[in-house]
């Protein structure tokens, strides 16, 4: 069929997931990210941990992982949908972590790399299997930012990140990534930072690129998280701060950092 004006002058189309995420930052000033991390816990264990994010009001969980290590990625994709209601979001590190019960996957380019296996190869492997699955896609830039020593995706995608003191570097790779497409941006300290992104870098971004964008990596406190969204981000991720300390009042503690509104 061919395209009608009318047609061609909409917008592009948004699934459930990407508008769950645009909504969810407008509501509640900020979404709360939870990344569950295959390698490090067993179904049981990831299954508790996103009930535990229900109850403390995160908004999305993530599963994913720069090391693969377990070859169990669709277990704990679908151990994370068994404990909750929220939906879970596939942030990879590796064309092997696709699974048919996530709600969505992030799809992305480490734009601030120049390793041609992750800024296309993968996917490219990736795709056709994503198709398959009808798994919703959201486009993504993806940029690592110094956060003081090498963290495992630096090391794993061989890549340098980005200088910390140099937010006009994250601002020109961001609308580089808007004019190829992408949909959302992602600032990377890499998990487990030493220091996490800079709130000036996040701040130069979303002033620059309108585009919706999530922080992670490094972040510890709600302080830490509520000064990203208040200097414009749309979405936090935490994962290792919340290791070991899984109860529901500690992921309140963090998801009232990140909400502003509430
Ligand atoms: C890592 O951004 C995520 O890719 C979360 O980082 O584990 O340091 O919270 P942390």
């Given amino acids: 069929m061919p395209s009608t004006s009318e047609d061609l002058h909409h ?52 599963v994913g992982s720069s090391l693969v290590l377990s070859s169990t990625f669709g277990r704990a994709v679908a151990a994370a949908k068994k404990g909750s209601e929220l939906p879970v979001v596939i942030f990879p590190g590796h064309s092997s972590q696709v ?12 734009i601030s ?7 296309i190869g993968q996917h490219v492997v990736a795709a056709p299997l994503i198709h398959d699955l009808g798994l919703e896609v959201i486009p993504t830039g ?6 003081g020593h090498i963290t495992s995706v630096q090391f794993m995608s061989m890549t340098a990140p980005m ?17 190829l497409g992408m949909r959302f ?6 998990s487990g930072g030493e220091h996490d992104v800079p709130v000036e870098i996040v701040r130069e971004v979303t002033q620059a690129v309108d585009l919706p964008l999530i922080v992670g990596g490094g972040i510890r406190t709600p302080e830490a998280a509520r000064a990203k969204v208040e200097a414009g981000a749309a979405c936090i991720v935490m994962g290792n701060s919340l290791e070991d300390m899984w109860t529901p009042e500690v992921v309140r503690e963090l998801a009232e950092g990140v909400h502003l509104k509430e």
Avoid: W
């Fill in 11 to 62: 917008g592009p189309e948004y699934g459930p997931i990407e508008i769950r995420f645009r909504e969810t930052a407008r509501e509640r000033g900020g979404c709360f990210c939870v990344l569950l991390d295959p390698d490090r816990n067993t179904p049981d264990e990831l299954s508790r941990a996103a009930e535990i994010c229900q109850e403390g009001g995160a908004d999305f969980i993530f």
């Fill in 99 to 110: 699974s048919g019960d996530a709600d969505a996957i992030l799809f992305l380019s480490l």
């Fill in 113 to 119: 790399g120049r390793n041609p296996e992750y800024l």
């Fill in 142 to 147: 993806y940029m690592l930012v110094d956060s």
């Fill in 163 to 179: 200088p910390r003191n140099k937010p006009d570097i994250a601002v020109a790779h961001g609308l580089a990534a808007k004019f």
């Fill in 185 to 190: 941006l992602y600032l990377e300290g890499g």
